[in-house]
């Protein structure tokens, strides 16, 4: 119950990101690095607020969790965003979607290498059906060799969004984790808005590309990545992982809230796989009933008794063997 509990926030926040493909298609033509600067320094400031008034105890990062948190930043954060918007210019966003599907197999497999730990062979077994439900849902479309590319290179971002947070989880959290990569992000946009984009780039922004810059800002960055990295820190990169599979789910239902229609048989049946990996890789293990522990502890004391007995009749059997002959 306890793991299951865990599992929700990891949940949430993954159908929350899945919203934002819908959304961000009102930024196709505005300023990317301007928007996505705005959007994370607006989340970083709301992060702190938000940290400050949950308690949650932030920590400055020391020596190498620098990398790891500006790695972070840098892949998860900048370069998959741009991945995104350049790719459906050369591919269409199902290729990417499928792409960023394939990411359990990755935690899977990674996720629980930098916890020292070996993967789940649960996990492997469902990886690959959450992966194959996610497929069905996003269908497949057209894409060329720069497109292949892209997707690729959002596939590595998102891994890495989960994986490089790995090493600094324990020592700043959740909260930690969220509030430093989202302002390192907010910075390496700003540097990059600067060099490529005008100075008049925010003034460019309209009314409905303002609300779409809030909506990214709260739900989808602020509240998902808290919701996020709670999950992963409560039950690991690999398991957590499985959870991507709800992000294209999401996308693709909700696209019948926003006029892009009903989804289709073929997505029902995406969605049916997709919750069948999810049951079959995140459900609890079992444990001993009060019967078996019983037994167990029955056959542990009777084991105890018996070499006891054994060693209490060592000497005479060797006083017998050495009185012989």
Do not use: K
Not at 62 to 74: K, T, V
Not at 164 to 186: I, N
């Amino acid at each position: 119950m306890n793991t299951m509990r865990s599992l929700g926030p990891g949940a949430l926040g993954m159908a929350l990101v899945g919203t934002s493909v819908s959304v961000s298609h009102t930024l196709t033509d505005a300023p990317l690095f301007t928007a996505q600067a705005v959007r994370y320094a607006a989340a970083s400031l709301l992060l702190l607020a938000l940290a400050r008034a949950a308690g949650a105890r932030l920590v400055w990062p020391r020596g190498r969790e620098w990398l790891w948190l500006a790695g972070l930043a840098a892949s998860g954060l900048v370069l998959f965003n741009i991945a995104v918007v350049r790719g459906v210019a050369h591919a269409e966003p199902a290729v990417i979607a499928v792409a960023v599907a394939c990411v359990p197999v990755l935690l899977g497999v990674v996720g629980p290498l930098l916890e020292r730990q070996r993967p789940s062979r649960q996990v492997m077994l469902a990886a690959p059906v959450v992966v194959a439900g996610a497929v069905l849902v996003e269908g497949t479309g057209r894409a060329d060799a720069t497109g292949v590319a892209w997707a690729t290179l959002a596939l590595a971002c998102e891994a890495g969004f989960t994986l490089l947070a790995v090493p600094v989880l324990r020592r700043h959290g959740a909260w930690g984790v969220s509030v430093h990569c989202v302002w390192l992000g907010s910075l390496m946009f700003a540097v990059l808005a600067a060099l490529a984009e005008p100075a008049s780039s925010l003034g460019a922004l309209g009314s409905r590309q303002w609300w779409a810059v809030a909506y990214l800002a709260v739900l989808v960055t602020a509240a998902a990545f808290v919701l996020w990295y709670s999950t992963v820190a409560a039950v690991g990169a690999g398991r957590a992982g499985l959870l991507t599979g709800v992000a294209p789910l999401s996308a693709a239902t909700g696209g019948a809230f926003t006029g892009g229609g009903v989804p289709g048989a073929a997505v029902w049946a995406g969605l049916a796989v997709v919750v069948g990996g999810l049951v079959l890789g995140l459900r609890p293990r079992r444990t001993p009933g009060p019967d078996a522990a019983a037994t167990s502890t029955g056959t542990a004391t009777a084991t105890a008794t018996a070499r006891a007995n054994a060693a209490e009749s060592a000497p005479e059997s060797a006083q017998w063997a050495g009185s012989g002959g």
